[in-house]
């Protein structure tokens, strides 16, 4: 599994738009795409202009698909006004392992 962790900044008085921006991609890469498994978006506490995402994928094909569907289109021109240019950072890493509560 291939995970992506994205890390960023919004641009004041944009907060809203992005946040409703983010919610769709987010639910319709869990809904509409069979190789997204997960994504989680975090708001911090300390600064809620800063956002990091947690995506996890079956494969690189996967990511590739994410990439290439119509909401993600539609998530990048939303980002590109509402993100801070260059704030954006991507990393694409091999899920190892996970644990939630009740797993053992």
Known sequence: M????VSLDVVPGRLDEFS????TNA??????????????V??????????VFY????????VTA???APHFAQW?????????PGSQVNTLAAHRFH??????
């Open 2 to 5: 291939i995970a992506l962790v």
């Open 20 to 23: 409703e921006a983010i919610a």
């Open 27 to 40: 639910e319709r890469s869990f809904t509409d795409e069979p190789g997204c498994l997960y994504f989680d």
């Open 42 to 51: 975090v708001q911090d506490l300390a600064d809620d202009h800063h956002f």
């Open 55 to 62: 995506e996890l994928y079956a494969d690189e094909e996967a």
């Open 66 to 68: 994410h990439r290439a």
């Open 76 to 84: 990048r021109a939303a980002a590109d006004r509402c993100v801070v």
């Open 99 to 104: 644990h939630s509560q009740g797993e053992s």
